[in-house]
Antibody
């Protein structure tokens, strides 16, 4: 079965950095686009970024562009999100998700999320 | 930036029909998708490409789209359907950005 397990969240000071990881299993990781989506406490969902199966195509939300970097290692079945210059408004649960190509790349399976707290 | 607008809340009695709307200027050209998120859990996709149900999703969940509005319908709502629901789509301007709706809290009581 499809499993996505995020890790790397925690408490970080404003201006700091954090790297999130997502370990994938139960499907051929290298065949799928992948996404990061976040949810601030008590708020709605916000799309953050996605990356193509080869890693050659990447897009970001305006709110994180220039500060966050998505990447993947298909040999390790892993997705990453490098977060720099963190702000209080980046505080959220971060989910990784698999994008279903034949359904127009909609995120179909999600991990359980990892909490990032940006606070001094 | 592109926005998808939903009503903040919808209330329904058990066994009745709940309808949740999602309004967006690009919906005539782009598919709508719907997620259910129960408290403390990750979202689950319940409708894709306007009206299709993924495997394992109960038949009481259905979707439709017309013009700038998409609708998720829960026919014969159950207590376990109480959750937050989010629509999702993409911008038609070619910027490849994805958008979630503002979210609707469905209460079944």
């Amino acid at each position: 079965q499809v499993q996505l397990v995020e890790s790397g969240g925690g408490l970080v000071k404003p201006g700091g950095s954090l790297r999130l990881s997502c370990a994938a299993s139960g499907f051929t990781f290298s065949d799928y686009y992948m996404s990061w989506i976040r949810q601030a406490p008590g708020k709605g969902l916000e799309w953050v970024s996605y990356i193509s199966s080869s890693g050659s195509t990447i897009y970001y939300a305006d709110s994180v562009k220039g500060r966050f970097t998505i990447s993947r290692d298909n040999a390790k079945n892993s997705l990453y999100l490098q977060m720099n210059s963190l702000r209080a408004e980046d505080t959220a649960v971060y989910y990784c998700a698999r994008d279903r190509r034949d359904w127009n790349d909609v995120p179909d399976y999600w991990g359980q999320g990892t909490l990032v707290t940006v606070s001094s | 930036s592109y926005e998808l607008t939903q009503p903040p809340s919808v209330s329904v009695s058990p066994g009745q029909t709940a309808r949740i709307t999602c309004s967006g200027d690009a919906l005539p050209k782009k598919y709508a998708y719907w997620y259910q998120q129960k408290s403390g859990q990750a979202p689950v996709l319940v409708i894709y490409e306007d009206s299709k149900r993924p495997s394992g999703i109960p038949e009481r969940f259905s979707g439709s789209s017309s013009g700038t509005m998409a609708t998720l319908t829960i026919s014969g709502a159950q207590v376990e359907d109480e959750a937050d629901y989010y629509c999702y789509s993409t911008d038609s301007s070619g910027n490849h950005r994805r958008v979630f709706g503002t979210g609707t809290k469905v209460t079944v009581l």
